[in-house]
């Protein structure tokens, strides 16, 4: 499998909607210990939300929208003084408690507490952008892997709480993707998501005017903006050939969700690899994805997000079960026999279930649409509403998401006071 480029009509599509998904977003605090390269939200020292006010939006949540988990953000989670009684509250009310996180501020108590609370799993946000003090000042991705393996390893010591990580890729850690899927691998029975996310910012060389209702705004007062020209057009098709160059030529998507102006933009793109340590026999394919998504919403009513970590260490039950109806899983299953055949020991090698998810946030069309994920999971509360956590500082500041307009090269080029700007893919 040579080709990069993905047809979306060949995966699965995410059956998630705005009023029945697997996820929902809840920011209890603004504060964060880290300040990183494309944040979305502005940093608050001290600015927490009660726990009146998180149950409040958790009742919205559970009167307009079905979820499996509700990611708890912010912020950094960690930094809110009732984040174990917010835990607790999730898991009382039948939701998965996740905890999105940068790790920083977690010890082993708290950690121990979190458990005892009802915690799912964490979701560690570890990246070269993030500017961290100390010893990992300055270091690149492979360098941070230590930092990961740290934080995978403490959650894995205490035993039943799932354990994922997001970076944050920019064109200067592109090159190292295929080294963060090869160490995801490597520990393979301690990772159960390995989550990519491609960096947007507003740029300069944007050809557009940015409006709230009909004022317009300026570039420089929006929260996530540049002030010099960068990269901001990484997307999912990239990262797939990445991978497929430079891990494993059958690296298989299986499953995706769509943009909201462009049905085949690849918004959040998953690939489910079955292995261990060694080698990876297979990946499983878009029959699976749908069978996964629908066995699990019959029985519970709601769409699956994450998996247990026990329930990761069931790749070879998975291959047998679903290798009826998914070719993919199947070729897996017949790899794996293979590999028994050529050393029967192998037999005594468990077989995880992993997930590696590639997620494309807002693109800008030529004609000024914003084309966001369709049926977002993470979505979270605002003024009592539904909203893009993602654009909710525009709220915040200016009382409405803000819309693009196109302007004339010529107007651009004025705006610019002629000087040479870098071109920019739309």
Same mark, same amino acid.
């Given at each position: 499998m040579n080709s990069s480029a993905i047809n979306h009509n060949d995966l699965y599509r995410f059956p998630w909607t705005l009023a029945d998904n697997a996820i929902s977003w809840l920011e209890p605090t603004s504060e964060c210990n880290l300040k990183c390269d494309g944040c979305y939200r502005e940093n608050v020292k001290g600015a927490h939300k009660s726990m009146d006010e998180m149950k409040g939006e958790l009742d919205v949540f559970q009167a307009m929208r079905k979820s499996d988990c509700i990611s708890i953000a912010g912020g950094d989670p960690l930094l809110y003084p009732d984040v174990i009684e917010l835990v607790a509250e999730i898991k009382r009310r039948g939701w998965k408690p996740i905890l999105n996180t940068n790790g920083k501020a977690l010890t082993?108590?708290?950690l121990k507490d979190l458990k005892k609370a009802g915690l799912f799993g964490f979701t560690f946000h570890v990246d070269s952008g993030q500017g961290r003090p100390g010893k990992w000042q300055g270091m690149n991705e492979i360098e941070l892997n230590d930092l990961r393996l740290h934080y995978a390893t403490m959650v894995a010591q205490?035993?039943?709480?799932?354990? %994922?990580?997001?970076?944050?890729?920019?064109?200067?850690n592109l090159q190292y993707v295929p080294d963060m899927i090869k160490w995801a691998q490597d520990h393979i029975d301690i990772v159960q998501t390995m989550v990519f996310i491609c960096f947007r910012h507003i740029v300069p060389?944007?050809?557009?005017?940015?409006?709230?209702?009909?004022?317009?705004?300026?570039?420089?007062?929006?929260?996530y903006h540049s002030d010099k020209n960068r990269i901001i057009t990484i997307g999912s098709n990239e990262l797939v050939a990445k991978a497929r160059e430079e891990v494993d030529p059958d690296f298989l998507p299986s499953a995706y969700l769509n943009g909201t102006a462009d049905p085949a933009a690849m918004k959040w793109l998953m690939t489910q690899r079955i292995g261990s340590k060694k080698r990876i026999h297979g990946y499983t394919g878009p029959k699976f994805a749908e069978l996964a998504m629908s066995l699990y919403h019959l029985k519970t009513g709601r769409y699956l997000s994450y998996v247990s970590?026990? %329930?990761?260490?069931?790749?070879?039950?998975?291959?047998?079960?679903?290798?009826?109806?998914?070719?993919?899983?199947?070729?897996?299953?017949?790899?794996?026999?293979? %590999?028994?055949?050529?050393?029967?020991?192998?037999?005594?090698?468990?077989?995880?279930?992993?997930?590696?998810?590639?997620?494309?946030?807002?693109?800008?069309?030529?004609?000024?649409?914003? %084309?966001m994920c369709d049926g977002c999971p993470d979505i979270t509360v605002y003024d009592g509403k539904l909203v893009w956590s993602c654009r909710m500082e525009e709220l915040?500041?200016?009382?409405?998401?803000?819309?693009?307009?196109?302007?004339?090269?010529?107007e651009k080029a004025a705006e610019a006071g002629g000087g040479d700007t870098v071109s920019h893919k739309i």
């Open positions: 082993d108590d708290l205490i035993g039943g709480i799932a354990c %994922s990580f997001n970076a944050t890729i920019y064109q200067e060389d944007m050809p557009f005017k940015w409006m709230a209702g009909d004022k317009e705004v300026k570039r420089g007062d929006v929260l970590s026990d %329930s990761s260490k069931h790749g070879r039950r998975a291959m047998l079960l679903f290798s009826f109806l998914d070719p993919h899983t199947r070729k897996a299953l017949g790899k794996w026999f293979g %590999s028994l055949l050529r050393n029967p020991l192998r037999l005594f090698e468990r077989a995880y279930l992993q997930t590696i998810m590639f997620i494309q946030p807002v693109d800008f069309m030529a004609n000024g649409d914003q %084309s915040k500041d200016f009382g409405t998401f803000l819309n693009t307009v196109p302007v004339a090269a010529e």
